[in-house]
């Protein structure tokens, strides 16, 4: 019999606010944090992206002490201050033997940018002809787990997963079988991402799928996705060992669901999400009329919202129609990498508050997208389990499925 | 007598470290107040940039306290001029 697997510790910073209380609370009123660009000079390269969702006030010097904070990229630093505050709520006394078996699974789509960015504007720009020697381990993209583990002193199998904004949900969906299957006592898992550089920007805004106002996920004028960052992890264990210890427990992990579209890089399918949200379902041994809410993708591009729709109706057939749907990327950007671990966050608050986020910025009703979307206000509602949808460029789609208890 | 040399190595040291420079002496070993072979290397880059000299991997080894790093600067700019900085636009720094 495998174990069943509880989330009983969440660390977050994003958009919305430096810690759980500041998400919930934002997430709750619908409050977005979509705001003009700061700290990014793109006047030399003409950047057109006006507005995002930062992370603001953030000072890494109240995390890291000595110089550390200079050793760590943003994304990094995103991962251990997440990881910190979820090992502060979950309550554990770590033991060197659980030291040894706890697991680091993050995700992240594309590691430290500002690192990397900054080293070529030295060589190329500024004609240095030396870049700063840490460029390479702020850059690597298992940065954040590396971070996590000298901090908190764990020992147990860590590894870093790229799977461009589906990372994060195929980091906590990893670790939940590694936890079920007994390969680990203990996972933090999430994602993390910063990549608020001139070079990223410019590279977004190549792809002409960033709004240029804010995002609007299946509203009719929707015109694009706003881009985030931050960072989210969250303590996985085994149920019987929350309950010997009397932890709180936030709502059990019980299914993923992986597939590849083989596709398109940038187009996505019905089928491919379709048959990731059944497998998450079916590991999860949820029939479909048990859900009662789905963190949407929502990504408010006109591709993926009537695709991610269409997929959401071809699995759940009349269920659809009662089904709360939201996409929370309305909120807190859409932050690549950490974008599954934040909306998984966001889905707990709907197990286990019993309210549903909104989609905020919602204004018309599009034809080709028929569900319930939650629109602009959150709304009080008990359901006893839920999916979490993340699907990336290059056609990886990842489901989480949660149940509360 | 103020030493500039010195005083932009222990500044900058300083500065890796996020620690006021009154802390830091001459005699001051690397290794005892938790400099680490990361701090040196971004020290080392910083120095490189700022006396625009480029220190050999061989004279890193030997460092043990600030003054082996004021000595060895001093030594690499008597030896050479200044490098002059690659391309033909001014460094923004």
Same mark, same amino acid.
Request: proline share 5%; glycine share 10%.
């Given at each position: ?89 979950? %309550? ?302 290059? %056609? ?10 | ?93």
């Amino acid at each position: 019999m495998p174990r069943r697997v509880v989330i009983t510790g969440v660390g977050i910073i994003s958009a919305l606010g430096h810690d759980l209380a500041e998400n919930w609370d934002a997430l709750c009123q619908g409050r977005s944090a979509i705001r003009p660009l700061e700290g990014v000079d793109g006047s030399r390269v003409n950047l057109k992206i006006q507005n995002a969702a930062q992370v603001r006030g953030f000072d890494p010097l109240k995390h890291f002490e000595g110089g550390k904070d200079a050793q760590l990229d943003r994304f990094a630093q995103f991962s251990v201050v997440a990881a910190r505050q979820a090992f502060r709520d979950c %309550g554990i006394d770590l033991t060197a033997e659980l030291r040894e078996q706890t697991a680091i699974i993050c995700g992240s789509a594309v590691g430290g940018q500002s690192a990397i960015e900054a080293g070529f504007e030295d060589l190329w720009v500024n004609g240095r002809g030396r870049v700063h020697p840490l460029t390479i381990p702020k850059t690597m993209a298992n940065a954040g787990a590396s971070h996590i583990a000298m901090d908190l002193g764990l020992c147990g199998p860590a590894f870093t997963v790229s799977t461009a904004c589906s990372s994060a949900n195929h980091a906590i969906g990893s670790a939940f079988r590694m936890v079920r299957d007994g390969e680990a006592e203990m996972a933090v898992t999430g994602g993390s991402e910063a990549f608020f550089t001139v070079g990223m920007l410019k590279a977004w805004e190549a792809m002409r799928v960033i709004s240029p106002d804010t995002c609007r996920p299946f509203s009719k004028d929707r015109k694009g996705m706003i881009l985030g960052e931050g960072g989210a992890m969250m303590i996985l264990e085994p149920l019987e060992a929350a309950k010997a210890r009397g932890a709180r427990i936030y709502a059990e992990v019980c299914g993923f669901g992986m597939t590849a579209d083989a596709h398109h890089l940038t187009q996505p399918t019905v089928e491919g999400p379709a048959r990731a949200m059944v497998a998450a379902l079916r590991e999860a041994g949820l029939a479909p009329e048990e859900i009662g809410y789905i963190n949407a993708h929502g990504t408010g591009t006109p591709g993926n919202d009537p695709i991610e729709s269409r997929a959401i109706r071809a699995v759940f057939a009349a269920h659809a129609d009662k089904l709360g749907v939201s996409s929370t990327k309305s909120l807190h950007g859409h932050a690549l990498g950490a974008a599954g671990a934040l909306e998984a966050i966001a889905t707990l608050l709907a197990l286990c508050k019993g309210v549903l986020p909104p989609t905020a910025n919602f204004t018309e009703r599009d034809p080709e997208c028929d569900l319930d979307y939650i629109p602009n206000q959150s709304r009080p509602a008990q359901v006893g389990a839920a999916l979490s949808n993340s699907f990336a460029f290059g %056609g990886l789609n990842a489901v989480l499925a949660f149940r509360s208890l | 007598m103020p030493d500039p040399v010195a005083e932009k190595v222990i500044a900058t040291l300083a500065s890796v470290k996020r620690i006021p420079a009154e802390s830091i002496t001459l005699e001051t070993n690397l290794q005892e107040m938790g400099i680490d072979s990361l701090d040196v290397f971004s020290l080392l880059f910083e120095l490189e940039n700022a006396f625009k000299i480029s220190i050999p991997d061989d004279d890193v080894r030997s460092i043990k306290t600030v003054n082996d790093i004021v000595e060895g600067v001093k030594k690499l700019l008597a030896a050479a001029p200044p490098e002059t900085s690659m391309g033909s636009t001014s460094p923004a720094s």
